[in-house]
């Protein structure tokens, strides 16, 4: 069944979003009796109360966490159970999809069938990824002399406490709840609070499936109330981290400060898209627009420096203005025509308005798009565009806009192009667009980069890890990897008489 706008209208009108802290196995409201009230980026309409979090209620929420693993009900469960309930876990996800959904896209103002299609279905998927490794997990026996056995066992670290952006919430609560609790982990997950609606369902629907209490928490809140309480917690031995650099930094300072917990961090990009006159000029045209503009531009990765040999610049960016009126819609999240909605918050919206302004005081020159739209609505659209004419020395081009906003940088040799695509402090992503599988070989080993694309963007599976150098963090998302760091090594070593 396709919902139509007033389908989703209607789910709207009838849904009261749950907006306690999930502590414990069930919810509970903020110990200081505090909540917030979240405005829709759609509409600009108040939205869902959510409670207010402080130290008192993650002290709770740690000490849930902390019991259930020390007594064991989940760590030592047989590898086999664990595996079924969080199977059962990513059915219970996909069968209320539509529910995640609408919470998803009320919180953070994307398409509700990109949150459906996408953001649903990959939270889904990256439950069940972990959920299929956990029987297959095994430790090791160290090649020791034959009056000896030393047994390398992988072993949980204890009390996880994850924070999460507002941009992918469901997808990026899966990359760290999934292989955390897979591990034997219990969790305390501070989402952002922009976007806590979808992780209070989550909680619920875990215990539902037969986690049991207290292995998976969700407390809702301020980053200086909440996010900071859990990274400085005593009993807490890890925080993973999505989001901006500065807080990562901060991250990083309060784990020192702290038990010197493990910290995973996962941070901001300038990723390039370097293209090359002889490239597949349709082929580049539309992974650069898909690549910057999906999901308004709010994504770490996204393509946001288009690094173009100099002779095909103009005709490029034809293409990319072309690709976009054709197929990325801009529109209301709830009209099944659009491919992108609102940005997060009105002071997001502004503050990529003031950048894209500051680019043109600076010397570059707006091409299409970059500007405020659908303004009759109430809520906080900005036009998917093209600068041209920008530099490495802009702000524009160093800085993270995290909007629609495409920066338009020329090339005249190989080694121009790459000298511009590393020079940022970031290292999550880049592309390179070319026929010469010669220069294939010599730019993706140069580009300092976690991820690096050839001839496409933005193709991933939960088989390969992602993660950045540089100042786009340490540690890896995704992949069989992902569940390293949540673990520790054991050696066990028995002497033979």
């Known amino acids: 069944m396709t919902r139509t706008r007033a389908d989703w209208e209607a789910l709207d009108a009838r849904t009261t979003p749950e907006g306690r802290h999930f502590i414990d196995g069930g919810f509970r409201p903020a110990m200081s009796g505090r909540t917030f009230t979240r405005v829709r980026p759609m509409d600009g309409r108040e939205g869902a109360s959510l409670a207010r979090g402080d130290d008192r209620d993650i002290d709770l929420a740690v000490q849930a966490a902390r019991t259930a693993f020390a007594s064991g009900i989940w760590r030592r469960k047989d590898p086999g159970e664990k595996k079924k309930v969080m199977l059962t876990w990513a059915d219970l996800i996909r069968k209320n999809g539509e529910e995640l959904a609408l919470l998803e896209t009320l919180d953070v103002g994307k398409p509700v069938l990109a949150s459906l299609n996408v953001d ?36 949980p670290l204890g009390v996880i406490g994850a924070i999460t952006p507002w941009n992918y919430p469901m997808i990026i609560d899966a990359w760290k709840i999934g292989p955390a609790i897979a591990a034997g982990n219990s969790v305390v997950l501070k989402p952002a609070e922009q976007s806590s609606l979808s992780a209070l369902r989550l909680a619920e629907l875990a215990v539902e499936a037969g986690l049991p209490a207290g292995v998976f928490n969700v407390v809702t809140g301020f980053g200086e109330e909440t996010g900071k309480p859990l990274a400085c917690h005593m009993d807490v031995d890890m925080i993973a981290f ?13 784990a020192a400060q702290s038990n010197v917990k493990r910290v995973a961090l996962e941070l901001g990009g300038k990723s390039p898209l370097v293209v090359f006159a002889d490239a597949d000029l349709d082929l580049a045209a539309s992974a650069a627009a898909w690549g910057c503009f999906y999901n308004s531009g709010e994504t770490c990765h996204a393509a946001t420096r288009l690094i173009v040999e100099r002779s095909v610049e103009a005709d490029l960016i034809d293409r990319i203005r072309e690709v976009t009126r054709r197929e990325i819609t801009l529109a209301h999240p709830f009209d099944p ?21 500051a680019g043109e005081k600076e010397g570059a020159s707006r091409v299409f798009g970059a500007e405020r739209a659908l303004s009759d609505t109430g809520g906080y659209y ?7 004419g920008v530099t490495n020395d802009m ?5 993270e806009i995290f909007g629609p906003v495409l920066c ?7 080694e121009e192009a790459l ?13 390179v667009f070319t026929r010469d599988m010669n220069r294939v070989h010599r730019f993706s080993e140069e580009l300092h980069a976690g991820t690096v694309w050839i001839n496409t963007y933005d193709m991933a599976s939960f088989s390969t890890p992602f993660g950045g150098f540089k100042q786009s963090g340490f540690g890896r998302d995704r992949s069989v990897h992902a569940i390293d760091k949540y673990c520790d090594f054991k050696t066990i070593w028995q002497q033979f008489s």
Request: net charge negative.
């Open 120 to 155: 649903v279905r990959l939270c889904a998927d990256g439950i069940q990824f972990y959920a299929e490794m956990i029987d297959k997990l095994y430790d090791e026996i160290a090649p020791t002399g034959p009056m000896s056995r030393a047994l390398v066992r992988k072993v």
């Open 395 to 399: 702000a524009i081009a160093r800085e």
């Open 419 to 431: 000298a511009i695509a590393n020079d940022t402090i970031y290292g999550l992503a880049g592309a």
């Open 408 to 414: 338009s940088l020329s090339f005249e040799t190989e």
């Open 242 to 254: 999505t989001g901006s650099t500065e807080v990562g930094k901060l991250i990083m300072t309060y």
């Open 382 to 388: 900005v036009s998917p565009g093209v600068l041209r």
């Open 337 to 357: 025509s659009a491919q992108i909605g609102a940005l997060i918050e009105e002071a997001h919206m502004d503050k990529v308005l003031a950048m894209i302004a």
